[in-house]
């Protein structure tokens, strides 16, 4: 018999080391079980991802065993030492030849047809070991490590149902909104009038111009959609725990306009980028001294920020002067965030992902330093607005949930000018 063991990881303390068995298969490791609800049920479709806790940069290897030929996963084609998979019709999913180190097992929302996923892992079984997961997706994930030649068997990956709210947006003559980002705001109040809230996210409209996202609590909703400056609000109603609302429609006073009708360019007043609100997920906000667009993201890590900025033809932001310093803390506020200059290649040598010269920097105290916590390759934006380098061993690596991106040349600047 191999062991797994086991770590659970909350709020990046490692809480519990226990003892787990699985067969012992020689050659590679491997991990297959099952996903359930909480009647134990099967539940198929449900995506997996299995991803090394590390920090470089992860390509991820799809191992579905029930193929969606209308997934375009492509971009995640590659042989090493990320895996997604789906499960089939009775539940179950397999993961192979994988090396032994630590891993995360967490969902995989790419397969979900609408912008929401309708469970989240609440636990995995391993034997007579169950280990809960701490947060939701994106977020949440539980973290493990196996021996080499492993073959883990029968693991039961429970799930919970998730609330949500799910709207259709249209224009004026009924033509619904396809495939068009949008902003969503929510404001919550309790039923009792003793609380209130808000929150904003981004999100896309499927092609027959339907999104949805999750509402964990109970409260008086009132939701409004924003896109390409128009705006709808649908009105207030209460949901209450356990439920879903499925039937909210939007209508924008406009004839249609196409989703993509900036031409892949993004169009921002100079007023906005002195508002005091931008700065939200999914919104660019330019910067007009370095003709740049700029937006903060959320990610589970620094390699998934940079996927994502890679993936919208943007690289994680690159500072290069106190100016440019100053502005991003005023519009993105002082929070922790992914930057894109790390010492990854080359020891010492610090680098902007984007390949700029690293002309200005703005260390903190005793900054940069690799301590007792291990190799601190990447550099982080503080609250304070300075930088600190850190690694995943280091206090702040699980707390950093939020990146800057930046796409080049949105607008032209003068000569001489960045």
Same mark, same amino acid.
């Given at each position: 018999?191999?062991?797994?063991?086991?770590?659970?990881? *909350?709020?990046?303390?490692?809480?519990?080391?226990?003892?787990?068995?699985?067969?012992?298969?020689?050659?590679?490791?491997?991990?297959? %079980?099952?996903?359930?609800?909480?009647?134990?049920?099967?539940?198929?479709?449900?995506?997996? $991802?299995?991803?090394?806790?590390?920090?470089?940069?992860?390509? /991820?290897?799809?191992?579905?065993?029930?193929?969606?030929?209308?997934?375009?996963?492509?971009?995640?084609?590659?042989?090493?030492?990320?895996?997604?998979?789906?499960?089939?019709?009775?539940?179950?999913?397999?993961?192979?030849?994988?090396?032994?180190?630590?891993? =995360?097992?967490?969902?995989?929302?790419?397969?979900?047809?609408?912008?929401?996923?309708?469970?989240? $892992?609440?636990?995995?079984?391993?034997?007579?070991?169950?280990?809960? =997961?701490?947060?939701?997706?994106?977020?949440?994930?539980? /973290? @493990?490590?196996?021996?080499?030649?492993?073959? #883990?068997?029968?693991?039961?990956?429970?799930?919970?149902?998730?609330?949500?709210?799910?709207?259709?947006?249209?224009?004026?003559?009924?033509?619904? &909104?396809?495939?068009?980002?949008?902003?969503?705001?929510?404001?919550?109040?309790?039923?009792?009038?003793?609380?209130?809230?808000?929150?904003?996210?981004?999100?896309?409209?499927?092609?027959?111009?339907? @999104?949805? @996202?999750?509402?964990?609590?109970?409260? !008086?909703?009132?939701?409004?959609?924003?896109? =390409?400056?128009?705006?709808?609000?649908?009105?207030?109603?209460?949901?209450?725990?356990?439920?879903?609302?499925?039937?909210?429609?939007?209508?924008?006073?406009?004839?249609? #306009?196409?989703?993509?009708?900036?031409?892949?360019?993004?169009?921002?007043?100079?007023?906005?980028?002195?508002?005091?609100?931008?700065?939200?997920?999914?919104?660019?906000?330019?910067?007009?001294?370095?003709?740049?667009?700029?937006?903060?993201?959320?990610?589970?890590?620094?390699?998934?920020?940079?996927?994502?900025?890679?993936?919208?033809?943007?690289? &994680?932001?690159?500072?290069?002067?106190?100016?440019?310093?100053?502005?991003?803390?005023? !519009?993105?506020?002082?929070?922790?965030?992914?930057?894109?200059?790390?010492?990854?290649?080359?020891? %010492?040598?610090?680098?902007?992902?984007?390949?700029?010269? *690293?002309?200005?920097?703005?260390?903190?105290?005793?900054?940069?330093?690799?301590?007792?916590?291990?190799?601190?390759? @990447?550099?982080?934006?503080?609250?304070?607005?300075?930088?600190?380098?850190?690694?995943?061993?280091?206090?702040?690596?699980?707390?950093?949930? &939020?990146?800057? !991106?930046?796409?080049?040349? *949105? !607008?032209?600047?003068?000569?001489?000018?960045?």
């Amino acid at each position: 018999m191999k062991r797994l063991y086991s770590t659970l990881a *909350v709020a990046g303390t490692l809480l519990l080391i226990v003892p787990l068995y699985g067969i012992f298969a020689g050659g590679t490791s491997s991990l297959s %079980g099952r996903v359930v609800d909480l009647q134990g049920q099967p539940v198929p479709g449900f995506g997996l $991802i299995l991803e090394p806790v590390r920090v470089e940069p992860i390509p /991820v290897q799809p191992t579905p065993l029930e193929r969606d030929e209308n997934v375009d996963d492509s971009e995640h084609q590659s042989d090493v030492t990320a895996f997604v998979t789906r499960t089939d019709k009775s539940g179950r999913f397999a993961i192979h030849n994988f090396p032994p180190q630590k891993f =995360q097992i967490a969902q995989y929302t790419r397969f979900e047809r609408e912008s929401v996923a309708e469970y989240e $892992i609440l636990s995995m079984q391993v034997g007579t070991m169950t280990v809960h =997961q701490h947060e939701p997706a994106p977020f949440g994930g539980i /973290v @493990f490590s196996i021996e080499p030649d492993a073959d #883990i068997e029968n693991v039961e990956i429970r799930v919970k149902p998730r609330q949500h709210i799910r709207g259709k947006i249209v224009f004026a003559d009924g033509t619904p &909104l396809v495939s068009g980002r949008i902003n969503i705001n929510v404001q919550r109040r309790s039923p009792d009038g003793t609380g209130s809230g808000s929150s904003s996210s981004s999100g896309e409209t499927d092609d027959s111009g339907y @999104f949805a @996202f999750h509402a964990d609590e109970t409260a !008086i909703y009132t939701v409004t959609v924003n896109h =390409q400056g128009l705006s709808a609000t649908a009105e207030p109603f209460l949901l209450k725990e356990g439920e879903n609302k499925g039937n909210l429609l939007f209508t924008f006073d406009s004839a249609p #306009i196409s989703s993509d009708a900036t031409d892949g360019r993004i169009e921002v007043s100079a007023e906005a980028s002195t508002s005091s609100t931008p700065g939200d997920e999914a919104a660019w906000v330019v910067n007009p001294t370095t003709g740049n667009a700029y937006k903060k993201i959320q990610c589970r890590s620094w390699d998934d920020a940079n996927i994502q900025a890679v993936a919208e033809g943007a690289h &994680l932001v690159t500072i290069n002067d106190a100016a440019e310093q100053i502005w991003l803390s005023k !519009i993105f506020g002082r929070r922790l965030y992914w930057t894109g200059l790390t010492d990854y290649a080359t020891e %010492g040598e610090w680098a902007w992902e984007s390949r700029e010269p *690293v002309d200005y920097t703005n260390w903190a105290v005793h900054e940069p330093q690799d301590d007792d916590s291990g190799d601190e390759d @990447f550099v982080i934006m503080n609250f304070s607005g300075e930088w600190s380098n850190v690694g995943p061993n280091s206090v702040e690596w699980q707390m950093v949930r &939020l990146a800057i !991106i930046e796409k080049d040349g *949105v !607008i032209t600047t003068p000569t001489g000018e960045k």
